[in-house]
């Protein structure tokens, strides 16, 4: 398997600009997370999704991000209108149905988000 | 809540020395414990991981054991060597029910040769 794959690598854009964040998940998993690293908050969980369905959203900062997975090989994470603020590292992670007790997360290689 | 306590960085050792992380966690019931590995650039990635009181999860020279009544999964490697650089993250996942994992904030090892 490829692993978790994200798109794009490196993104730039200014303020104001929308901004989309792509993952695709390791077949097979049930669940899909998407973090943001810094490194003044360290690694952060914004929402995760089982069985496409959105679980908790609670750690999205605001209503200018959104999150949707139409299918289970598909996820975007979306920032409109993009701030200064959003600069980090975004990580997609998928995780197979567990026994219950959190299993392991494999993480892709994330998206450097550069807002100016 | 749940939570996850790591020892600050930077850890800087030199080549072969022993390691230690320290890691604590609070949390309901009886969790999962793992540890990720972060290179330079890269996303996390398992490096061992315990699933109940007693266990030891051990990889690539690393080990550390799940001990409930200390409340503490520290990590370990015997000989480190340069290409152990990178940050370590602690973590705890499936307390009480819960599938939402809780991270630690990350402890950055620098080994010199």
């Known amino acids: 398997d490829a692993g978790v794959i994200q798109s794009p690598r490196h993104e730039v854009t200014e303020m104001g600009q929308e901004v989309t964040l792509r993952c695709k998940p390791i077949?097979?998993?049930?669940?899909l997370f998407w973090y943001r690293q810094t490194m003044m908050r360290g690694l952060e969980l914004l929402i995760y999704?089982?069985?496409?369905?959105?679980?908790?959203d609670s750690g999205m900062p605001e209503d200018r991000f959104s999150a949707k997975m139409p299918n289970a090989s598909f996820s975007t994470l979306k920032i409109q209108p993009s701030e200064p603020r959003d600069s980090a590292v975004y990580f997609c992670?998928?995780?197979?149905f567990g026994e219950g007790r959190g299993d392991t997360q494999y993480f892709g290689p994330g998206t450097r988000l550069t807002v100016l | 809540g749940d939570s996850v306590t790591q020892m600050e960085g930077p850890v800087t050792l030199s080549e072969e020395a022993f390691l230690t992380i320290n890691c604590t966690y609070t949390a309901t019931g009886y969790p999962s414990l793992f540890w990720y590995v972060q290179y330079p650039g890269e996303g996390l990635q398992l490096l061992l991981k315990?699933?109940?009181?007693?266990d030891k999860g051990s990889n690539k020279g690393f080990e550390a054991t799940y001990r409930k009544e200390t409340t503490s999964f520290h990590l370990e490697k015997g000989s480190v060597q340069v290409s152990d650089s990178a940050v370590y993250f602690c973590?705890?996942?499936?307390?009480?029910?819960?599938?939402?994992?809780?991270f630690g904030r990350g402890t950055s090892l620098i080994v010199h040769p």
């Open positions: 999704f089982n069985n496409n369905v959105p679980i908790d």
């Open positions: 992670a998928s995780s197979p």
């Open positions: 973590a705890l996942g499936g307390s009480g029910g819960s599938y939402i994992p809780t």
């Open positions: 077949s097979g998993h049930d669940y």
């Open positions: 315990a699933t109940k009181a007693d």
